[in-house]
Each structure stands twice: as structure tokens, then as C-alpha cells.
């Protein structure tokens, strides 16, 4: 095994085990993880966005290409920092108003037809279908498609405050809370199995790194992590002034 | 009765956090081999795969970063494996900056592992700035999107990307996202306006988001979390780290749903007691 796989085991395992410790509460572990978690992604955003925005976008097609034309864009892309001098701050207005401009009018007919035309279009299937086998009334496909139709409606009445929900309207928007009560059973259950996953997906590469190969990374750097924290919680009794 | 119910619910939450761990890594250590059942959203990512002729074009975007890796990097590896044993030509993009490294790193190991050769049996276009801007820019001219692809080799000399001019050359995208730009851009600025067939993958948290576009045909199949990722090791008949997890992830679900009906069950002791002091 090479040695960068082997530091780099070392690295993730020693910071994995930073980051869960802040279940047993907030720490110096933890904190020194999280800190390098930010400078990391900061730094590598950085240098991507050098190499892939700066020299294969733009110094490459215009210095060694010559697209002249590039120098619009970086201009715009120059004014934006105008932000940060106050006496031609407005400057940067012209740049926003290109990107809100351009932004709004390619996403605004897209989305209007893609999440809203046509999911109101996946609403209002029919319930009687006719094929072969003749005209079919009662399908599993049509019970879907009735309570689809069911749920939107009565979700629509319950949040729909111009009329006081009394009576009829209170009943529908009763209908409408329990549909809301589902959905909201379904995207909690849904990340629960998201947030256990993330555990697998990190207990599955420890268990790996805990092995002989790695030189037990995992067990090595976990009984650092706890003597760290028993010395950690013995000088905070020593010195109450330090939890300031 | 009430007095353990009481002490139960005031039970230091550190101690749920232990009884997860123990129980999750137990199934990791000792897998039990729990049967894996097939859904048809991911049998219809893996058929339309699976009937594509030899030599398509199969647009793999894996718009995730690190944080999502357990979930999503599973799919992405048994998508690839699948589109190489079935000789097609891929193309692998990222749309997450901070991603751009570990998809890279899913198209390198496999063709490694299947003697594919970079450029002529696939290519990585890497990040393009923009978000989904770069989509339309893809369905306009796939090579003025991307003069060169990740390791700077000019796209249009490319024999992998031969006659994709593009996203219109494009015979399936699958994207596998972990939020935005991501499946949706790809629905919304891709496929609605260059007609290719598109599909998906995505973390558990993001999926009933996205299942109603199954229901209107704006997305063929989708894979789910981990679960969907398991699924279609399945059917590649490849064992991989999330069929793996998957007896894990079953252990902890039974344990969160005991302990939901038991911390409810203590709620309402607890509840008619203070009931009955009123």
C-alpha cells in the first residue's frame, strides 16, 4: 500500500473521529476538525475554480485563442468586486442586473412548465381508462390518480385563508392536514434513512481502517480521541475558569 | 410503572447515540445477507441501460460532493460498471465543484478495473461554471462547453465523443445529484428542450421530492438513498459497499422504530399521570 492511501486513512479517520466526538459534547477535537473541514473546502474551491474558470475558460481562449470577446464577461465579472469600494459600489449594479436579467428570463419559462404545467397535468389523469380488454372502472392506476387528486385538493383548501374554515371548507382542510401529515412522515423517514446512511458509509470505511493493513488507524487514533477528551474534562475540573 | 417511564424519557440521549453505533456496526461486521427486493423505478434506470445498443451515448453527471459519497458513490460505481460491460460510450461530468475529484476518481477506477481506455471509451468533462446554464450550453454545442475535457485534451479530437455534437447526440443521461444543479436542472433545462431520455439517482433525503416526476414520465427511474443503490448492485449482480450497508441500515431502522413506540408509549404513561394531577 502506498504511503499517500496510508495518510490519507490516517487524515480521514483521525477527522471522522473529531467530528463524532461532538456527540459526547462540544470539544477541542471537534473544533479543530471543523475548522480544517472549512479552510479545506474553501482552499480546494479555490484552486478548482483558478484552473477551471480562470485559465481553461478565460486565459486560455483569449490570450492563447485570441476570443477577444471574452473581455465582456470579465468585465462584468470585475465590476461585481466594485462592491467592495464604496464610492462606485453602484458600478456592480450593472452586473447584477445582467445576471437577474438573464437568470430569470432562462429559468422562469422553464420552471412555469416543468414543475408546474406539468405536474398540474400529472394531477388530472383520467379515472376510467379504455383499452383491449374493454372500458376499466376501478384500476389501482385510477385509485392513485383519485387520491392524488383528493390530497391536492383538499392540501389546496387548507391553505387557502380567504374564506374562514368552517363547515364544509374546515372539513376539506381536515382531509388536507392528514394528507400533510403523511408527506411529512414520508421526508422524515426518508432522512432518517439518509443520516443513517451517511453513519454506514463512515462506520464502513473505519472498519476498514481499522485493520492490520492501516496499521489499526481506526483503534489507535479512537483511544487518542478518548484519552484527549478524559484529559481534556480532568483540566476543566482542575480549572473551571477555562470553560469561559 | 410511571416512575420508569419518567426515568426512561429523561435517559441521556448519548446513550440512543451508543445503542445506533452498536448496532450499526454489528451488521457490518457479521452481515446477515438480508433479501434485496427489486423497485420498478430502479429496474427502469438499469433496463434502459441494459437495451441500449452498443457504442450509445450515455451521459453519467454525478452532481455530489464528499458529504454525500456513502450514498451516492455506490450508484455512481455500479452505473459505470454496468454502461462499460455493455460497450457504451460515457460521458462523465460533475456539476458540484467540490465534487470534481471523486467523479473523476469513479470513471478512473472502473476503467481501470475494465481495461477502458480514457478517450475512446469514455471521457470526463470535469466542472463547468454556471450551474445549470451549463446544460443549455451543452445543448447547444457540447464542444463549445467544454473546449477541453478534465485533463485538457481538446473534446472535439476526442473518438469517444464522435458525432456528439450535443446534449441532442445524447441517448440516456442519468444524473445523480444531491440537491441543486442537479436531476431537476438536468429535467427543467435539459431534457424538456433537447429530448433525451433521462434518469436518476439521489440521496434518501432528496427522493420524495423527486418521485412525482416518475409519476408524470418527466424522469424514467430513479434510485433512492442507499437502498437504491443496493438495488442496482442487484441487478449488476456486483456486491458493493451499499448492499453492504443495507443489513445496517435495516438494523437501525428496526431499532429507531422500537424506540419511537417505546418513548410514545412512555409519553402517554407519563401524560395521563400529569393528567390525573390536574
Known sequence: MSTEILIGAWIATGLSLFMYSFLYKDNPFFKLGEHIYVGVSVGYGLVITYYEVMVKKLYVPMIQQGNWWLLIPTALGLLVLARFIPPIAWVSRLSFAFIVGVGSGVAIPRVISSLILQQVQGSLKPLVTSGDGGVSLITFAGFNTLLILIGVVSVLFYFFFSVEHTGVVHRVARVGIYFLMVSFGAAFGYTVMARMSLLIGRFDELVMYASAAYGYATLVLLAVVIAGLVLWERGRTVNPASLE | ?278
Open chain 2, 1 to 278: 410503572m410511571n416512575d420508569f417511564a419518567r426515568r426512561m424519557l429523561s435517559l441521556d440521549r448519548r446513550l440512543i447515540f451508543l445503542l445506533i453505533a452498536v448496532v450499526t456496526l454489528i451488521p457490518l461486521l457479521y452481515p446477515l445477507g438480508l433479501p434485496i427486493r427489486v423497485s420498478p423505478e430502479v429496474r427502469a434506470v438499469y433496463d434502459y441501460i441494459e437495451n441500449l445498443p452498443e457504442r450509445s451515448v450515455l451521459l453519467l453527471s454525478l452532481d455530489f460532493d464528499p458529504a454525500s459519497k456513502p450514498e451516492l458513490h455506490p450508484m455512481a460505481l455500479a452505473i459505470v460498471r454496468h454502461a462499460f460491460r455493455k460497450n457504451l460510450r460515457v460521458i462523465g461530468m460533475t456539476m458540484w465543484l467540490t465534487g470534481t475529484s471523486l467523479a473523476e476518481s469513479v470513471f478512473a477506477q472502473v476503467a481501470q478495473e475494465q481495461g477502458k481506455k480514457r478517450g475512446e471509451d469514455y471521457v470526463f468533462l470535469g466542472w463547468g461554471p454556471g450551474g445549470a446554464n451549463v446544460i443549455i450550453s451543452m445543448g447547444q454545442n457540447l464542444y463549445a462547453a467544454f473546449p477541453t475535457d478534465y485533463y485538457g485534451v481538446k473534446t472535439s479530437e476526442l473518438p469517444a465523443l464522435k458525432n456528439v455534437r450535443s446534449l441532442r447526440d445524447v441517448q440516456y443521461t442519468v444524473s445523480l445529484s444531491a440537491g441543486s444543479p442537479g436531476l431537476e436542472s438536468w429535467y427543467v433545462f435539459g431534457k424538456e428542450k433537447y429530448g433525451f431520455e433521462l434518469g436518476g439517482g439521489c440521496t434518501a433525503v432528496s427522493a420524495p421530492g423527486l418521485y412525482p416526476l416518475i409519476d408524470t414520465g418527466q424522469i424514467n427511474g430513479l434510485l433512492g438513498g442507499l437502498r437504491g443503490a443496493a438495488e442496482y448492485e442487484t441487478l449488476v449482480d456486483i456486491k458493493g459497499n451499499a448492499t453492504a450497508g443495507m443489513d445496517a441500515q435495516s438494523a437501525t431502522h428496526f431499532l429507531i422504530i422500537i424506540l419511537i413506540v417505546v418513548c410514545n408509549l412512555f409519553y402517554f404513561l407519563t401524560r395521563q399521570e400529569r393528567g390525573r394531577q390536574v
